[in-house]
């Protein structure tokens, strides 16, 4: 069974930063690509970054030189470092594997960037 569990949200005040973790179990960590998505109030889930098996990466326009993805297959982890963070960074973020055609999310970790 397929399972990603986020961590590290939480609230943060406007040039902070935060570590996001996603822990996966029950796959064959370093075959697969993972992302990171988010998920604002009112807003749709929209990807964030994307690394890898060999460890390239992709942002969003939005984030790109602010958030950097990075994976330890050792430990079955994809990080999202996330720094001069803004209050439009607030969301849901969720990390995602595509398995063969069957994607799994985890079930979210809270960021909340305020005063």
């Known amino acids: 069974q397929v399972q990603l569990v986020e961590s590290g949200g939480g609230l943060v005040q406007p040039g902070g930063s935060l570590r996001l973790s996603c822990t996966a179990s029950?796959?064959?960590?370093?075959?697969?690509?993972l992302g990171w998505y988010r998920q604002a109030p009112g807003k749709q889930r929209e990807s964030v970054a994307i690394?890898?098996?060999?460890?390239?990466?992709n942002y969003a326009d939005s984030v790109k030189g602010q958030f950097t993805i990075s994976r330890d297959n050792a430990e079955n982890r994809v990080y999202l470092q996330m720094n001069s963070l803004k209050p439009e960074d607030t969301a849901v973020y969720y990390c995602?594997?595509?398995?063969?055609?069957?994607?799994?999310w985890g079930k979210g970790t809270l960021v909340t960037v305020s005063l």
């Open positions: 029950g796959i064959i960590f370093s075959r697969h690509a």
């Open positions: 995602n594997v595509n398995v063969y055609g069957t994607v799994y």
């Open positions: 690394i890898t098996t060999g460890g390239s990466t």
